[in-house]
């Protein structure tokens, strides 16, 4: 991963702007702003530096160079958005999972996808564990309302977590949808919205997903090992897509 990218997602772990992180490290915002457009390329020390300014450790590892998960995002971003999918999901996973995207892209209250399958909708190359769409609502009180008006409720362990949170509901024909909610690594819909993008799945379904960085955030601080797994693909992803 690139230093701009590390210096990027701790800051924005942090929930800090480029002035909040020039305040704490004593270094000038344009100096910040610089490293993060990668205009400027910093030292080790200095990427350092400002990870332990956000509260958080770098920590490095060296392990021997795979190029496979680059490959595989290349071959993917080749790829629509729905064969994207259907590379990685069985058949009615990718039916299940259109019919939870058409449903959240008709819906009244603003969304966010994120999780597995919005990862892979962006070029991820790893398979999701389900067609699950996970997402995080602008209003989860209102969206709360839509769900319960044409969804049928899962009651899961997951509804009751203190972080972390997923909220399942089924559509009656089929596909899942679940509600995230304090998420860690990241803040609420308006910080995923500034980097998150729209995806056309079909001519009748464009839902926003978030950036993925902001996948790789979540991924990274995620206390689930499923979500930490994620972490490789979308640190392939990032590069390619940064190339």
């Not at 209003?139 to 009751?160: K, Q």
Request: aromatic share 4%; with cysteine.
């Amino acid at each position: 991963m690139r230093a701009q990218d590390v210096i990027r997602i701790a800051r924005d772990r942090a929930g800090l702007t480029q002035q909040q992180l020039a305040a704490r490290s004593g270094r000038p915002r344009e100096t910040i702003a610089r490293w993060e457009s990668g205009s400027q390329a910093p030292s080790l020390e200095a990427v350092s530096d400002l990870v332990a300014d956000c509260d958080l450790d770098l920590v490095l590892r060296l392990t021997r160079r795979d190029t496979t998960l680059v490959d595989r995002v290349r071959e993917q971003l080749a790829l629509s958005p729905p064969k994207r999918l259907a590379r990685l999901l069985p058949g009615d996973g990718v039916r299940d999972a259109k019919r939870a995207l058409r449903w959240l892209a008709g819906a009244r209250t603003p969304s966010i996808v994120v999780g597995q399958v919005g990862a892979a909708l962006l070029g991820a190359p790893q398979r999701p564990d389900s067609a699950q769409i996970e997402f995080v609502s602008e209003d989860p009180v209102a969206m709360d309302r839509e769900l319960r008006a044409s969804l049928v409720l899962v009651d899961v362990d997951d509804r009751w977590r203190d972080e972390d949170v997923r909220e399942p509901w089924t559509l009656p024909t089929g596909g899942t949808l679940a509600m995230a909610r304090n998420l860690p690594g990241t803040g609420d819909y308006r910080d995923l919205k500034r980097n998150s993008s729209y995806v056309d799945f079909d001519a009748r379904t464009r839902v926003l997903v978030a950036h993925p960085r902001d996948l790789l955030r979540i991924g990274d601080a995620s206390p689930r090992d499923s979500e930490r797994a994620r972490v490789p693909g979308l640190q392939a992803l990032l590069e390619v897509t940064s190339e």
